[in-house]
């Protein structure tokens, strides 16, 4: 059984070349994990995000995600988290909380094994209804609000010390999440890069296939450009990334 809502052993192939880490974003992830040496990574994937100058841990339970890292990781899930109470100086976790079976327990889990801050690096549900993309397969999002854990009950979760950062995508973003393609939208019609976004697995095909229809037809007539073109030379949006930073 997969260990989250999205089973990455069938639909986790090319992460490691399609979901890389944008230095930009990165630069907001590590500024928050402060001076922490030793930093726990749960929900790893392929080693997006981890810091290449500090001890990191990695937790990542699917074997095809792990197969895609340059260093090991540890076999686990985020609601047992196999270490000692404050382990690690800091714990950080991208872009998966929204798939974990029991975020109550997973975030209660990275606040027993830190010693300093919690730093996730998530989605805003209700962010993500502005998005462009909305207007031509709402059906996605519609989905996607369905597995919003919500920025207000992760930060309540966690306690203590929150804050929550806006975290601007550039234009030319090598995360391939979907709002990374803000400027870029004939990319979302190439299913490759599709194929490294869980969203569009939990859409029918033929609802997805009708929606980028739509959105076909908006770029061939002119309506995409009319009504969005600004965006293609905007050097960053502020979308639905956000950066959750709990202190100890």
Request: hydrophobic share 45%; aromatic share 8%; proline share 6%.
């Amino acid at each position: 059984m997969p260990a989250g809502d999205f089973d990455y052993e069938l639909g986790g192939g090319g992460y490691a070349g399609r979901r890389r880490t944008d230095p930009r974003i990165a630069a907001h992830v590590w500024a928050a994990l402060g001076d922490a040496s030793s930093v726990l990574n749960v929900g790893a994937g392929a080693g997006s995000y981890e810091p290449g100058d500090r001890y990191v841990v990695a937790v990542e339970p699917s074997a095809a995600m792990r197969e895609q890292r340059a260093t090991p990781a540890v076999i686990g899930v985020a609601e047992a988290l196999p270490f000692d109470d404050d382990s690690f100086d800091a714990c950080m976790a991208t872009i998966t909380i929204h798939q974990w079976r029991d975020l109550e327990r997973g975030l209660g889990e990275l606040r027993r094994v830190s010693r300093g801050p919690v730093v996730i690096l998530t989605f805003d549900g209700p962010a993500m209804l502005r998005f462009w993309l909305h207007e031509y397969v709402p059906e996605l999002f519609a989905a996607e609000s369905a597995r919003d854990p919500g920025i207000d009950r992760v930060a309540r979760v966690l306690g203590g010390e929150v804050s929550v950062t806006e975290v601007p995508i550039p234009i030319d973003c090598v995360d391939g999440f979907i709002e990374a393609f803000y400027a870029r939208p004939e990319a979302l019609l190439d299913p490759l890069v599709r194929s490294a976004q869980s969203a569009w697995a939990f859409v029918e095909p033929s609802i997805v296939e009708r929606g980028l229809e739509r959105l076909r037809s908006a770029l061939a007539s002119g309506e995409w450009d009319e009504r969005h073109g600004h965006l293609r030379t905007q050097p960053e949006y502020i979308g639905a990334l956000r950066l959750i930073t709990a202190l100890a």
